[in-house]
């Protein structure tokens, strides 16, 4: 008989590599959000100084 449980190494494999990918992607999204910001700031920073000194 057929058993729902049965799951073989194919489609293990093939379930691991989908959730080890988001991960991958939603990670790479998490840390090109983070430099921009951290861009930002040091932007930020800088042009305060600038302003600063101009006046």
Same mark, same amino acid.
């Given at each position: 008989? &057929? =058993? &729902?449980?049965?799951? =073989?190494? +194919?489609? $293990? =494999?093939? &379930?691991?590599?989908?959730?080890?990918? +988001?991960?991958? $992607?939603?990670?790479?999204? !998490?840390?090109?959000? +983070? !430099? !921009? &910001?951290? #861009?930002?700031?040091? !932007? =930020? %920073?800088?042009?305060? %100084?600038? #302003?600063?000194?101009?006046?």
């Amino acid at each position: 008989m &057929f =058993n &729902f449980y049965h799951v =073989n190494y +194919g489609a $293990a =494999n093939a &379930f691991a590599e989908a959730v080890k990918g +988001g991960f991958t $992607a939603w990670g790479l999204l !998490i840390a090109s959000m +983070g !430099i !921009i &910001f951290v #861009s930002v700031l040091v !932007i =930020n %920073k800088i042009a305060e %100084k600038i #302003s600063k000194k101009d006046k």
